[in-house]
């Protein structure tokens, strides 16, 4: 249960919402003792589905009234877990990342523009173990995919939900999982590293290894 001014934004289909939601919140894996960071969450309509299955929510929005609305519906429906905080995406998450903290989930539903090139480093810097992306352009979701990719962030899943039956708009929800570093190295070759000698190119198996 939860209202809605009219200067925030909510998903215009109530029944796919749903399907959207619940599938950010399976991408999430929460067990329930997460630290999770909600990026652009409007009313807190992610958030609360997210907080009923971890230890702690913070919701982020720039716009005052939704964010009004947010503390609203988190007392509307009795929980404890959840804090708002009316800031600029990237301000905030540049803070955080300066203080070093690491929640461990972070959740972005950006406007059609995407993330800023800003929000998504300082994202890396936080070093979440997964990131969930909602998007609702997938153009710029691939250029903010491929940015993360960059980042040591490797795209898990991605799932459409028809938001717009009979549109060509889509909603796309994103699982990305942080590289594992132990199991991830960078070799560099230069070129005259693969000149063979007459030797080398008659090597057998055996002395290779």
């Known amino acids: 249960s939860f209202r809605i001014s009219s200067k925030s934004f909510y998903q215009v289909n109530p029944i796919q ?9 399976a991408c999430c894996g929460l067990s329930g003792d997460e630290q999770v960071l909600d990026l652009y969450c409007g009313v807190g309509t992610i958030s609360m589905f997210l ?25 509307r429906n009795a929980f404890d877990n959840l804090e708002f905080i009316c800031s600029d995406a990237a301000a905030y998450a540049d803070r955080l990342a300066a203080e070093g903290n690491k929640p461990d989930v972070i959740c972005v539903d950006p406007p059609r523009k995407g993330c ?5 480093e300082d994202i890396a810097r936080m070093a ?82």
């Open 17 to 25: 919402t749903r399907v959207l939601y619940e599938q950010a919140l």
């Open 116 to 120: 800023a090139k800003s929000v998504l």
């Open 128 to 209: 979440p173990q997964r990131i969930v992306y909602v998007s609702c352009d997938p153009g710029t979701l691939a250029r903010d995919l491929r940015i993360l990719d960059e980042l040591g962030y490797e795209t898990v899943s991605i799932q459409p939900v028809d938001m717009f039956p009979q549109t060509r708009g889509v909603e796309v929800v994103c699982l990305l999982s942080k590289l594992k570093t132990y199991k991830h190295i960078d070799v560099e070759l230069e070129m005259d590293e693969l000149d063979l000698t007459a030797a080398e190119s008659k090597a057998t198996y055996a002395e290779i290894k």
């Open 51 to 75: 907080a009923r299955h971890a230890a702690k929510v913070t919701g982020i929005e720039i716009v005052p009234d939704a964010v009004r609305n947010a503390k609203e519906n988190a007392a």
